[in-house]
């Protein structure tokens, strides 16, 4: 019983040794401040951030406030906005379009008049033709729309016949698929300036044709070639003449 005591002091003294001789952990301000930064940082919950955007705000997350017929809206939209991701959408119509004029020169490489002057049936009477074309408008993206003025000069019973031929022209597809090659046909009126007696002096004139062109090749000039037929009815009297015709010319894109 004597030594109870002596032992009691011994189990409380050595816990309290040993512990003496355990190294503290070493904790400095500075890393005390690291790590009070980094648990903050941690704190910022529902937040979005667009990567590499650096205009990006905070969205909040306020599904829990939205009413159920919004939140259906939402995933209504999510696969449009999906798919103008990846496809999006073509330009407006409204929007501006290249101007388009075209000067060219050509003449007839066969042709037939009917009724025409003294002779009821002649050959080679188309001598030239100078025509203006310009780009007006288009539709959905597949064919233009143009105005075209076509100056005109025959030889009817050796006298010297001129017109003034104004059509709309149609072709396609547009210019702004830059195609090379085209088709189109047109309707219009034709005025005589020269014509011989006893004959109308105004017309029904319509024409079709293919086309090649080549945009911009310098400066917004371009080369364009057409071959097709230009016929027309005189319309007070019964004669008629058909043509075919070639045509070498510049095309401007400005």
Excluded: C
Aim: glycine letters at 10%; aromatic letters at 14%; charged letters at 20%.
């Amino acid at each position: 019983m004597k030594f109870l005591p002596v032992l009691l002091m011994f189990f409380l003294v050595a816990p309290l040794s040993h512990a003496e001789y355990k190294p503290a952990p070493q904790y400095g301000k500075k890393k005390a401040d690291s790590y009070f930064i980094q648990r903050n940082s941690r704190r910022v919950q529902n937040t979005v951030v667009v990567p590499d955007d650096p205009y990006a705000q905070p969205q909040q997350n306020n599904n829990k406030q939205q009413s159920p017929q919004q939140l259906q809206n939402k995933r209504q939209q999510a696969p449009v906005q999906q798919q103008q991701q990846y496809f999006p959408p073509r330009a407006s119509q409204q929007s501006p379009g290249p101007h388009v004029m075209a000067l060219q020169l050509g003449f007839f490489v066969d042709d037939k008049a009917h009724r025409w002057g003294k002779k009821s049936n002649d050959e080679d009477v188309g001598q030239w033709n100078l025509g203006v074309t310009y780009l007006l408008g288009e539709w959905l993206n597949s064919m233009d729309l143009y105005f075209r003025g076509d100056l005109i000069g025959y030889k009817i019973d050796d006298e010297a016949s001129n017109k003034l031929s104004l059509n709309g022209l149609i072709t396609f597809p547009d210019v702004r698929s830059g195609f090379p090659i085209y088709f189109g046909g047109g309707l219009g009126l034709g005025v005589f300036f020269d014509q011989v007696d006893d004959e109308s002096n105004l017309s029904f004139d319509y024409q079709l044709l293919v086309g090649a062109r080549v945009l911009d090749i310098y400066n917004g000039i371009g080369f364009i070639a057409e071959a097709g037929v230009k016929n027309h009815v005189f319309l007070t009297s019964t004669g008629q003449f058909n043509g075919y015709f070639f045509s070498l010319g510049s095309v401007f894109r400005f």
